[in-house]
Nanobody
Framework: QVQLVESGGGLVQAGESLRLSCVAS????????MGWYRQAPGKQRELVAS???????NYVDSVKGRFTISRDNAKNTVYLQMNSLKPEDTAVYYCNADIRLRGSAWRATDYWGQGTQVTVSS
């Protein structure tokens, strides 16, 4: 019923930038929060940044000042601009969205994208 499709990952050198995008499609009534998580090999998945409909954003301390999350509500899209990338940012990045579906708008459900690899070389 709902798909989240990420794009924009890749291999970059330390100090460079990448921009991730995630588009939600399907029978969507509304989207509450949207966010980006990441999981590095051997580590737990962690929340990187999240943003609610009104635009208020939160970041994990390790990316504050380097990453910026934004969203286009009309396009059901969330972005993650990643600047000054470091090798420790290497991970699979997952898009997450809290979505209310048409026909069942009283209930919100978490959806995940398939993940996009970000690799930062030193």
């Amino acid at each position: 019923q709902v798909q989240l499709v990420e794009s924009g990952g890749g291999l970059v050198q330390a100090g460079e930038s990448l921009r991730l995008s995630c588009v939600a499609s399907g029978s969507i009534f509304s989207i509450n929060s949207m966010g980006w998580y990441r999981q590095a090999p051997g580590k737990q998945r962690e929340l990187v940044a999240s943003i609610i409909t009104g635009g208020t954003a939160n970041y994990v301390d390790s990316v504050k000042g380097r990453f910026t999350i934004s969203r286009d509500n009309a396009k059901n899209t969330v972005y993650l601009q990643m600047n000054s990338l470091k090798p420790e940012d290497t991970a699979v990045y997952y898009c997450n969205a809290d979505i209310r579906l048409r026909g069942s708008a009283w209930r919100a459900t978490d959806y995940w994208g398939q993940g996009t690899q970000v690799t930062v070389s030193s």
